[in-house]
């Protein structure tokens, strides 16, 4: 459900006025804008505002992957124009957060070659008929023939509606148990006293922790095991992963400059103790292989699911949520990464969607800042062990809910 909208096109206001009828001004980068920010304002001959470029072309591109790092990272829709740029390394970064890709393409004004005036941009030098041309040409060479191409935001809508796998209707008398963040702790989940054939919800956070090595082993169990009653969601641990598999593969040798830009940046954001840590495990990876399990982890992790059973309802998160409408595309990454404050989360949902719907939340994440309780908020389970060295699970069953610490 994390959703990339990338703009393609000659005529920059017709795509700024895009942007506003969908209502997504705050979802937005501008290549355009940004380059403003790093030139510097002169003025030409005629005295017409010129920008020269006079700022490296190499700090702009670093502070603009940046910027756009900045908003993937947070898990919720971003929407780029990235003028007349190939699009690769954008669906590489996609890749990396595990966000499906829809393309808004423009078409081609039919005096947009021969009227210079019009389809100059304010603020910077204006363009002359040979350099539209040139535009034309350069669109036209990119090979627009994308599959998911969209006309207005709805389309996206419509796209995820039509996906299963957030919606989990379960049989009467399945046993279904809800397990907390793992955290490394392979050893202990395998002594789980789970009967064959459980349905499992694992709320995320399978990495960083105390046992040596069983990072790896959780994410290969996941690759193994991930099926349609063996559910795993993303957690906000699963992000630095992220950024490590995708600097593994760029260490290949035909990495593009643009890609180990983007490579560093990624590595320069990890902690230190990811990387004297979890890191190690997963470091003997080749670049194709680490980029196989980026791919496998886009394909098993989930962001959200919503189960029912029995006529309840479960609304299961990693990071909690406060508003039914951050399920939606716009809002996702909130529960994925989250906040901390979750006595604020859990506080509203009880206070909304408990009370006028009478559905649940389940999450883990990180325990209320007076410490452990798992039912403190009608219709709030908050896995979130005390430690990580302990693990939480729930067996489904509305009218005793009793949460079990393995540790």
Sequence with gaps: MKTL??????????????????GLENFFLDYTVFKRMYSMPELDKDKVTDILGRTNINIIYRSWLEAINNKLESGCLVVIDYDLEKTKLLEDMATIYGYTCFYKIFNIPYDYSSNPEKYSI????KKVKEDLEKEVVTFLNLQLGYTKKINTYRDVLEYWKKRPEYYLEIPENNPTYFISDLHS?????????????????????????PEVGGSKKLIEEIFKNSSYYNIFLEGNHERRLRKFLFWRWAASNNSSSMK???ADILYKSLPVDFLNTTAEEFKYLTPQEAWNW????NDCLRTHITIKKDNEFFICTHAGIKYLEQLSPKFIGNV???????DQYDKLFS???????????????????????FLKYDGVVNLDP?????????????KNLKPCVVQ
């Design 386 to 398: 005390s430690s990580e060295r302990e693990i939480v699970y729930m067996e489904n069953n509305t």
């Design 122 to 125: 304010p603020g910077f030098k």
């Design 294 to 297: 980026l791919k496998r982890l």
């Design 5 to 22: 909208i990338i703009l393609k096109g000659l005529a920059k206001n017709e795509k700024l006025e895009w942007v506003k009828s969908q």
């Design 336 to 342: 994925i990464y989250g906040n901390r404050d979750m």
């Design 185 to 209: 702790n392979y050893t202990l989940y395998k002594q789980l006293p789970l009967p064959v054939g459980a349905i499992k919800i694992h709320l995320g956070d399978y990495i960083d922790g």
């Design 351 to 373: 206070k909304t969607i408990w009370k006028s719907m009478g559905r649940w939340s389940v999450h883990a994440h990180c325990k209320y800042p007076d410490g452990v309780d």
């Design 260 to 262: 180990n830009i983007l």
